[in-house]
């Protein structure tokens, strides 16, 4: 007897397999894990009410961008935006004395590669670093759209277009001012070199050892000369191998202290616990066989976001 397929049961095998790279899409589109999956609910909701007048015209995984695209240009009206520290102001110089966290301010959240798109986790370097998701946050809606369709997913301009209900001359003129302006907030985006696997295993097994020990001089040797340290939502930051040394020097205390292995962002990085209980989330950019900086995000229930515990 041949089974006749209900339309729901139909759209859910249909645009499942699209679900984790839209929710990579959003995310670089809004910086926040939480705001991605509640406008990727939006978007299969808005989607599932229109099926039935889907002409395909377009892909259907054109079609979800479309939506998705769309209901995130809605939600940037309001112009908030989210940001790491160094995206606020100067460098600190006081490793004692710290700006008072400010909770109030929309921070830029962490992805782990469980949560991902797999390809966009392979090639974490184009398009899912931190470095680059921080940077996006600095354009404008329409240009930020238009560099993630084209740079980032590689979309011809006329795909592009058809998303954004431009033309494709718009397209190539938003995006060269997006590009302009990106290379003026990170120019050296693109220019981090990892080491290979095993090297980058070692140099973190090392990082480790030496943060649960507060081991200062061998954190001095694994850190570049321009080495940064945020921690959001702190709004004081460190710029330079000196000053997040007299940082750490300040502020580690090595007993109790345990660093667990995770991913995010298609980086390698740590939850932070302090006597078994969780207390940040570390994100490390690597540059040849050296660390190049460290987003501590100092929010203990961002852990349970990696499957790990609150408490160990």
Not at 42 to 47: F, H, P, Q, V
Not at 286 to 311: K, M
């Amino acid at each position: 007897m041949t089974v006749i397929e209900q339309p729901h049961d139909e759209f859910v095998r249909l645009t499942g397999p699209f679900r984790r790279e839209l929710l990579t899409h959003c995310y670089r589109m809004l910086g926040s894990v939480q705001d991605a999956e509640d406008l990727v609910q939006e978007t299969y909701l808005r989607a599932w009410r229109s099926y039935e007048d889907f002409q395909g015209r377009a892909s259907l995984r054109t079609w979800l961008y479309r939506i998705a695209t769309n209901a995130c240009l809605n939600a940037l009206r309001d112009g908030s935006r989210r940001v790491l520290p160094a995206g606020l102001g100067g460098p600190a110089t006081d490793p004692i004395t710290l700006g008072r966290r400010d909770p109030e301010i929309p921070w830029l959240e962490p992805i782990p590669d469980e949560q991902a798109d797999p390809a966009a986790v392979v090639a974490g370097r184009a398009g899912l670093r931190l470095a680059l998701i921080a940077a996006l946050q600095h354009l404008p809606a329409r240009q930020r759209t238009v560099l993630i369709l084209r740079d980032v997913l590689a979309w011809s301009a006329e795909e592009a277009a058809n998303v954004l209900g431009i033309t494709p001359a718009a397209v190539h003129s938003t995006l060269q001012r997006a590009r302009a302006r990106l290379d003026r907030l990170e120019p050296a985006i693109d220019e981090i070199a990892e080491p290979a696997e095993q090297e980058q295993r070692a140099l973190l097994d090392r990082y480790a050892d030496a943060f649960e020990r507060a081991d200062i001089a061998a954190l001095t040797r694994l850190l570049t000369k321009d080495a940064v340290w945020q921690m959001p939502p702190n709004p004081s930051w460190f710029a330079g191998r000196d000053s997040v040394i007299g940082l750490l020097a300040a502020r580690l205390r090595g007993e109790g202290t345990r660093l667990v292995p995770l991913r995010a962002n298609g980086q390698p990085g740590f939850a932070m616990y302090h006597d078994g209980d969780a207390f940040a989330v570390q994100v490390i950019t690597l540059r040849g066989p050296a660390i190049a900086a460290v987003t501590a995000f100092h929010d203990p229930a961002l852990v349970r976001r990696f499957g790990l515990p609150l408490r160990i």
